[in-house]
C-alpha cells in the first residue's frame, strides 16, 4: 500500500479523498487542511465518504512531510496563489513524495513551462527524488488524452476542437466565477481570466502538448471572445443573484494556427443561466458537459457528462481530474523520479475497482 497524503479539503480535495481511499494500491495517512475549522476533524467527514475514516485533518505541514509519505495529492488552490502552491509542491517532493496536482497551468505542458516554474520542480526532484504529474479536465484529460484518443479513429482530421460547455449556477467556487470569469459584473468590467494573453497562458500548453503528440508545428497561438450580458434577473443557489445587464455568458477559443489555419481549438461556452446567448452551442441536458469534435472524415464527436454529489455537473468534472491524478499514483511511484505530463503518464483502466466499494 501507498502512503498518500490528500493536501487541501476544497471542491477538488473532498474528491481527492475518497479517491484515494477507493484505490486498492493507496492508503491514505494524513489531511492537511488551512482552515483552523476544520483541524482535528475525520477525513471522512471533510471528504464526503459518508463514513469516518479515522483519519483526522492537520496543519502541521513539517510533520506530516516528516513522515515521508510517498504520494500527496496537493488539491490546494493555485488560480490566486501560484507561487505559494509552487513552494508547496517542491516542498513535498524534496521530501520524496510522488505530487500529483491540477493547480500549476503552465505545467501542464512541462516542456515548455517557463524556467523560473520548471526550474524549481527540476531542483526539488534532484534533491529529494520525489515526482510531479499536473493534470485536471480542462486543462487536462478533456484537452489531451481525449482528443488525442478520438483522433486517431479518424481517416482525415481537419480540425481537433475541444470544449467545455457549462452552467456555472451551480459551482461553489463564488470568487472565480464572479470575480475571474466576470459573472455578475458590469460588461466594460475586465475579467483577469478573459484579459488578453491569459487564456493563451492557461490553456496554450495543451494547445503545443497535442501538436506535440500529433507530429505538427504551430504557426501561433491565437485567442477570440464574445460576451453575453444577462437579459433578466437570474438567482442561483450557490452564489446568490446576478443582476440583468450583467455578464451571463462567455464564449472564447484558444487556436493552435497550422499552416495559417486554426487547426487545433480549446473553446469555452460557460453560462450563469441557460436563458443566456441561447444561440451559442448547448450541452445535452443544458447543464454541463466535455465534448470532442473531430473535424473530418469521418466527423466524430465525443460528448462527456459527469456528476457527482448529488448530480453535481461542477463536482463530477472535479472527481474525473482527481480520478486522472490519483489513479496516475502506483505508476509514478514504478516510474523514475522526474516532472511529467500527460503524454508520459498512460490513462489506465481502473484495475481492481471494478464493483468494489471501500471497507
Known amino acids: 500500500m501507498i502512503p498518500t497524503v490528500v493536501w487541501g479539503t476544497g471542491n477538488v480535495g473532498r474528491a481527492a479523498i475518497r479517491a484515494v481511499e477507493a484505490h486498492p494500491a493507496l492508503t491514505l495517512t494524513a489531511v492537511l487542511v488551512h482552515d483552523p475549522a476544520k483541524v482535528g476533524r475525520d477525513a471522512g467527514e471533510l471528504g464526503g465518504a459518508e463514513r469516518t475514516l479515522g483519519v483526522a485533518a492537520t496543519d502541521d505541514i513539517a510533520a506530516v512531510l516528516a513522515a515521508r509519505p510517498r504520494a500527496v495529492v496537493y488539491a490546494a488552490s ?5 507561487d505559494d502552491a509552487l513552494a508547496d509542491i517542491g516542498r513535498a517532493i524534496r521530501a520524496g513524495a510522488v505530487v500529483v496536482t491540477p493547480s500549476l497551468y503552465p505545467l501542464y505542458d512541462q516542456r515548455n513551462a517557463p524556467p523560473e516554474l520548471r ?28 482528443p488525442l484518443l478520438v483522433s486517431g479513429l479518424g ?5 481537433i476542437r475541444c470544449q467545455e460547455i457549462f452552467d456555472y449556477s451551480t459551482y461553489e467556487q463564488e470568487e472565480s466565477v464572479r470575480h475571474l470569469i466576470g459573472m455578475g459584473h458590469p460588461m466594460d468590467y475586465e475579467p483577469l481570466m478573459l484579459a ?10 495543451q494547445i503545443r502538448l497535442m501538436a506535440r503528440a500529433l507530429g505538427v508545428e504551430l504557426d501561433g497561438i491565437r485567442e477570440t471572445l464574445d460576451r453575453r450580458a444577462l437579459e433578466k434577473e437570474v438567482y442561483t443557489r450557490t452564489m446568490g ?5 450583467t455578464q451571463g455568458a462567455v464564449r472564447f477559443e484558444v487556436q493552435g494556427i497550422v499552416d495559417g489555419e486554426p487547426r487545433i481549438v480549446i473553446e469555452h461556452i460557460t453560462r450563469i443561466h441557460a436563458s443566456c446567448a441561447p444561440d451559442w452551442p448547448s450541452p445535452p441536458d443544458g447543464v454541463g458537459a466535455h465534448r470532442v469534435v473531430i473535424e473530418g472524415r469521418p466527423r ?18 472535479n472527481a474525473t481530474a482527481v480520478g486522472r491524478l490519483v489513479s496516475a499514483i502506483d505508476w509514478l511511484v514504478d516510474a523514475e523520479p522526474g516532472l511529467y505530463d500527460a503524454l508520459d503518464v498512460p490513462l489506465r483502466p481502473a484495475v481492481g475497482r471494478l464493483g468494489r466499494r471501500p471497507a
Open 78 to 82: 493555485g488560480d490566486i496563489r501560484p
Open 119 to 146: 526550474d524549481p520542480v527540476l531542483a526539488a526532484v534532484a534533491e529529494g527524488g520525489g515526482s510531479l504529474f499536473v493534470s485536471g479536465v480542462d486543462p487536462g484529460w478533456g484537452n489531451d488524452v481525449l
Open 155 to 159: 481517416t482525415e482530421v481537419d480540425v
Open 196 to 205: 488578453e494573453s491569459v487564456p493563451t497562458m492557461v490553456w496554450g500548453g
Open 241 to 245: 443573484t446576478f443582476a440583468a445587464g
Open 300 to 317: 466524430i464527436e465525443v460528448t462527456v457528462e459527469a456528476s457527482d454529489e448529488d448530480e453535481n455537473r461542477s463536482a463530477g468534472g
